[in-house]
C-alpha cells in the first residue's frame, strides 16, 4: 500500500519570507512523487514531479522541492513567497515497481501568504 | 485543444437517483482516474483505466461504477446515489510515458 502524510493542515506565511509545505509518503517500492496547487474552484494544476536523479528538483512559479529518502519526505519550498501562492497544495505518490498505475493524494496544506 | 472537461460542473441529485458523469479528453491519455474530493479528505480514488476497455478499483469504489468504452471518455456511474457521494468530483488523465496529470474542472454533485 502507498500513503501519504500532509501533517500541516494549514500554513502561513508572510508575502517575502520563506515557505515549506511538508510531506512524508510510505510505498513499497520506489517512490515517484509530486505536488499540486489547487485554486478556488478550479482542478489540480501540476507544479513538479521527482522521479529519479537530483534530490532537488524545480518546478513552475519558481518552487522546489527536496526528495528526502532516508526520511521518506518531500517538502515543497520557495525562497520568497508571494500573495498569489495562496492555494491549496496537494503531495502525491506513485509507487513505481510492478506496473502500479495507483496515484495517491494526501489531504492537501492550505497556504495563506499575508501581505 | 480542450484538454480534459467534464459534464455536467453541477448536479443536484435526490436520494436514489442515478446519473453518470462523463470525462472526455483530447490529450490521447492511456491513463484516467476519478477522484472525489472532501474537506478534510484529500482526494481519494475511485476508480481508474490503464486503458481502452480496462477498468480498476481504488480507494473508495463501492457505489460507483465505470466504464472506458472508448480511449478518450471514462465515465463514471452512480447507479443510487446516497447523501454520502455528495463531494466534488474530478477526472484526470495522463500518458503511459508521462508522469503528469492532466485534471478536468471538477463535478460538485450534491445528493439531498
Redesign the interface.
Known amino acids: 500500500a502507498q500513503s501519504v502524510a500532509q501533517p500541516e493542515d494549514q500554513v502561513n506565511v508572510a508575502e517575502g519570507n520563506p515557505l515549506t509545505v511538508k510531506c512524508t509518503y510510505s510505498v513499497s517500492g520506489n517512490p515517484y512523487l509530486f505536488w499540486y496547487v489547487q485554486y478556488p474552484n478550479r482542478g489540480l494544476q501540476f507544479l513538479l514531479k521527482y522521479i529519479t536523479g537530483d534530490n532537488l528538483v524545480k518546478g513552475s512559479y519558481g518552487f522546489e522541492a527536496e526528495f528526502n529518502k532516508s526520511q521518506t519526505s518531500f517538502h515543497l519550498k520557495k525562497p520568497s513567497a508571494l500573495v498569489s501562492d495562496s492555494a491549496l497544495y496537494f503531495c502525491a505518490v506513485r509507487d513505481s515497481s510492478g506496473g502500479y498505475q495507483k496515484v495517491t493524494f494526501g489531504i492537501g496544506t492550505k497556504l495563506q501568504v499575508i501581505p | 485543444n480542450a484538454g480534459?472537461t467534464q459534464t455536467p460542473k453541477f448536479r443536484v441529485l435526490k436520494t436514489g437517483q442515478s446519473m453518470t458523469l462523463l470525462c472526455a479528453q483530447d490529450m490521447n491519455h492511456e491513463?484516467m482516474?476519478w477522484?472525489r474530493q472532501d474537506p478534510?479528505?484529500?482526494?481519494?480514488?475511485i476508480h481508474?483505466s490503464?486503458g481502452e476497455g480496462t477498468t480498476a478499483k481504488?480507494?473508495v469504489p463501492d457505489g460507483y461504477n465505470v466504464s472506458r468504452l472508448k480511449k478518450q471518455n471514462f465515465l463514471l456511474g452512480l447507479e443510487s446515489a446516497a447523501p454520502s457521494q455528495t463531494s466534488v468530483y474530478?477526472c484526470?488523465g495522463r500518458r503511459y510515458n508521462n508522469?503528469?496529470?492532466?485534471?478536468?474542472?471538477?463535478t460538485q454533485l450534491s445528493v439531498l
Not at chain 2, 508522469?99 to 471538477?106: A, H, Q, V
Open positions: 480534459v491513463y482516474y477522484y478534510g479528505m484529500g482526494l481519494r480514488l481508474y490503464v481504488g480507494e474530478f484526470a508522469e503528469k496529470l492532466f485534471f478536468g474542472s471538477g
